[in-house]
């Protein structure tokens, strides 16, 4: 399969654990992007990566939030002290050129 | 202004007929305009794209309409068969951006 992995696919935490994501994306794509999506909602943009350089991060992306894409390959999305609000399905894309996002499975993450 | 509004937010078609959703924005400088769609449980898959210098794009049974000076484009299904019963999102972009904006969904059923 040569699409865009991620692991895992459901994590479920108590509120104010750490969790950490993991995304692999297309091989030859050098722009990696996560998203957030909550249940009967479009997905919403968190941080977008060029190669290993995070360029771009969302308001959304409080400072519990952090992202790296170490050596421009796979990405980690580390959330530190989990809220209940943090429940969501989380999105990591990747793609050569704007626009054309592709997506994987996502991981849902349940704070309880 | 980073918005993109999505209608209808549910919509149940006959197999064999035509669905159409509908999609309006506010921001003039996007200039890609992609449309994903989402099985449960899976990442959106981006299905049929349109740049704002066509006024219509056809792949297969899926066709975008744009209609610039509305600030407005639509998807249509046509002969839709329960196999497209899924959410499917809007979106808008533009150079530079680095990211999507999407629409808030549209949950379609194809009965049998």
């Known amino acids: 399969d040569t699409g865009v992995s991620q692991d895992p696919r459901h994590k479920i935490t108590k509120r104010g654990q750490n969790v950490t994501f993991r995304c692999d994306p297309i091989?030859?794509?050098?722009?990696l992007y996560w998203y957030r999506q909550t249940l009967g909602q479009g997905p919403e943009f968190l941080t977008y990566?060029?190669?290993?350089?995070?360029?771009?991060k969302s308001r959304l992306l409080s400072d519990r939030f952090s992202a790296e894409r170490p050596k421009g390959s796979f990405s980690t999305l580390e959330i530190q002290r989990t809220e209940q609000g943090d429940s969501a399905m989380y999105l990591c894309?990747?793609?050569?050129?704007?626009?054309?996002?592709?997506f994987g499975p996502g991981t849902r993450l349940t704070v309880t | 202004q980073q918005q993109v509004k999505q209608s209808p937010q549910s919509l149940i078609v006959q197999k064999g007929g035509i669905s159409i959703i509908n999609c309006a924005y506010e921001?003039?400088?996007?200039?890609?305009f992609p449309w994903y769609q989402q099985f449960p449980g899976k990442g959106p898959a981006l299905l049929i794209a349109?740049?704002?210098?066509?006024s219509e794009k056809k792949e297969g049974r899926f066709t975008i309409s744009f209609n610039k000076s509305a600030k407005q484009f639509s998807l249509h299904i046509m002969d839709s068969q329960p196999g497209d019963s899924a959410t499917y999102f809007c979106?808008?972009?533009?150079?530079?951006?680095?990211?999507?904006?999407f629409g808030q969904g549209t949950r379609l059923t194809i009965n049998p």
């Open positions: 894309a990747s793609s050569l050129e704007y626009g054309q996002e592709y």
């Open positions: 091989s030859e794509h050098n722009r």
């Open positions: 990566f060029q190669n290993e350089a995070q360029l771009e």
């Open positions: 921001n003039t400088a996007f200039d890609y």
């Open positions: 349109i740049r704002p210098d066509v």
């Open positions: 979106a808008a972009t533009l150079q530079g951006a680095q990211k999507l904006v």
